[in-house]
């Protein structure tokens, strides 16, 4: 058998794998990538992509660590193309005009290669290990791969003129979009202080760029297509509803989709992507029988189900049917390994809802399922999950002997992940989830004794009141809510997220009546005066994309 295969033959195989792969045929494949990986950069570089991918989604650990053993063969393999053996000797050598010309069209591509690698390497990393010295290390190659790309950058820009482009060029053109994307696009999300410590090391993160780099690579017909689309689809369906003010493009992760939908109507990862985009339009009851159809397209990867359980138990959430939610987060917390202390808290959030009889049915104990929460909480590069460690903060309730009821737990988790910009877009839903609010709002206020968290209990519900307000179009009503929280503040003993985040809500409200001051004012008095809350950094991502829609800059803020 030969040990060298050209480019050419080679993004041929990948492009086959690469259409088995959205056909839910994964492990042929990796049977198509396998031979040749450690002989071919591109099978290296699709062979340990598609076991990174695996470990993402699954979290084992012996996933995490097949990832970056494969991940390591096909650094090496790349490094053989490269131009030079280390990449210690002047990085700036590379980019001259005659070093251009110099550089043949495979050791372009090895570079290209190897940064994708790193960036993926880096990325689990991140993921696997507890200790900073990881981290750090994590650090040092994504600062390496970056690099790199924004050297290849120069080299295409160079050779932008040359009339010889072959398909292999367009290859490495798009390679180069989604480094180029995918880097602006993550480090614009970042709040000012944090960029502004990554640019010192030569960092920057420009939105528009990203988005269009991506947007050029997704609308080109090189391999990297797919993953420029795949980018984007991330960026637009999770991303910019999480970290964002809750203001997803979906006309783009339409047409973005579209074309795949038709290529491979069953793929699972493409089912899913379209089940989201109709979620966040608000079809749920379309989006149920996508996630569905998801669900039933393969078996060979359990992850993407329990993907799947996931955003079928937040539309049953939204929807207020309990029981299936139930039944989902339920699965989750027998199959998934990604948070176990998130889902058992869910799981118990959601039996909280049901009525006493339905409650029995269910043959669950929801104090010591509260209880479980604190013991199932993990570790990441050190960090605990924000989210676990807000669970488990909210689950300490039923710690001592006389536990004290959460109130609508349920629904506070789904403020957390930004659920009511979601559910905001059906008026029917959000006047029952509005019902269920005041009639909790009306049971507390009846209590005869109250403990000791009455008046977070009180201005958690107002809090939510005033979204439910908001997106019902009653923004008086809803202004109102906000503030008793915020004048509450002194009052408040436990849950002091509550007061920027209200501030923040306040201001998003100001913002869309175009009192563009006065927002400005409370999203700024949410970042500059609070620290030490629950879920800090989640608020900073969202302040951070709410002040740069409306043309503020980080830097002119602390």
């Not at 030569?202 to 269009?212: A, P, T, V």
């Not at 793929?267 to 608000?282: C, M």
């Not at 078996?299 to 996931?310: P, V």
């Not at 006047?431 to 968290?453: D, G, P, R, W």
Request: with cysteine; proline share 2%.
């Amino acid at each position: 058998m030969a040990s060298k295969m050209d480019i050419k033959c080679a993004l041929e195989e990948c492009s086959m794998a690469l259409n088995l792969f959205l056909n839910n045929k994964f492990s042929e494949a990796l049977e198509i990538l396998r031979p040749w990986s450690k002989d071919s950069m591109y099978h290296a570089l699709g062979y340990s992509t598609i076991l990174v991918m695996q470990a993402a989604m699954t979290f084992e650990q012996q996933d995490i660590q097949m990832g970056i053993s494969a991940m390591k063969e096909a650094l090496q393999t790349c490094q053989r193309f490269r131009k030079r053996s280390t990449v210690v000797e002047s990085l700036s050598s590379l980019v001259s005009k005659q070093s251009v010309d110099q550089l043949s069209e495979e050791e372009m591509h090895a570079e290209i290669c190897y940064a994708e690698c790193l960036l993926q390497k880096a990325g689990l990393i991140f993921v696997q290990d507890e200790n900073m010295i990881n981290f750090i290390k994590g650090g040092l190659k994504i600062r390496t791969s970056y690099q790199i790309y924004k050297e290849c950058h120069q080299v295409l820009q160079m050779t932008q003129g040359n009339k010889s482009k072959n398909e292999t060029y367009y290859q490495f053109e798009g390679g180069v979009k989604l480094g180029i994307g995918a880097f602006n696009l993550m480090l614009s999300l970042l709040p000012g202080r944090i960029l502004r410590l990554l640019e010192f090391i030569g960092f920057s993160g420009n939105r528009e760029l990203g988005l269009s780099q991506l947007r050029e690579g997704a609308s080109g017909s090189s391999l990297r297509a797919i993953l420029c689309t795949f980018t984007l689809l991330v960026y637009h369906t999770y991303i910019s509803l999480i970290l964002g003010t809750g203001e997803a493009n979906f006309q783009e992760a339409d047409s973005l989709l579209e074309p795949y939908l038709q290529k491979f109507p069953n793929g699972s990862i493409i089912l899913f992507y379209a089940a989201r985009i109709d979620t966040l339009k608000g079809n749920l009851e379309k989006a149920q029988l996508r996630f569905q159809e998801c669900i039933t397209a393969q078996e060979q990867w359990k992850q993407i189900h329990h993907l799947c359980y996931w955003e079928l138990m937040w539309c049953y959430t939204f929807q207020q049917n309990w029981l299936q939610a139930y039944r989902y987060a339920d699965l989750l917390s027998k199959e998934s390994r990604w948070s176990k202390a998130i889902y058992v808290f869910q799981k118990a959030a959601i039996l909280c809802m049901l009525p006493e009889d339905d409650l029995k049915r269910a043959g669950e104990d929801v104090v010591s399922l509260f209880r479980q929460v604190e013991g199932l909480k993990q570790r990441i590069s050190g960090k605990s999950i924000p989210t676990e460690k807000f669970a488990v903060r909210k689950a300490r309730r039923y710690a001592s002997p006389q536990p004290v009821k959460l109130i609508l737990p349920a629904l506070e988790m789904m403020y957390v992940w930004n659920g009511f910009a979601i559910v905001g877009k059906r008026a029917d839903l959000t006047e029952n989830l509005l019902v269920t609010i005041e009639k909790e709002e009306a049971a507390l206020e009846n209590e005869t004794n109250h403990s000791e968290y009455y008046v977070d209990d009180v201005c958690m519900l107002q809090l939510l009141k005033g979204l439910c307000l908001k997106y019902l179009g009653r923004l008086m009503q809803a202004e109102l809510c906000f503030n008793k929280v915020i004048q509450s503040e002194k009052q408040i003993k436990y849950d002091s997220y509550l007061v920027p985040f209200t501030l923040y809500e306040l201001g998003l409200l100001y913002k869309q009546q175009d009192e563009r001051e006065k927002a400005i004012r409370y999203i700024e008095t949410a970042k500059n005066n609070y620290k030490e809350y629950s879920m800090e950094s989640r608020l900073h991502f969202r302040i951070h994309a709410a002040l740069d829609s409306m043309n503020v800059s980080s830097a002119s803020t602390p």
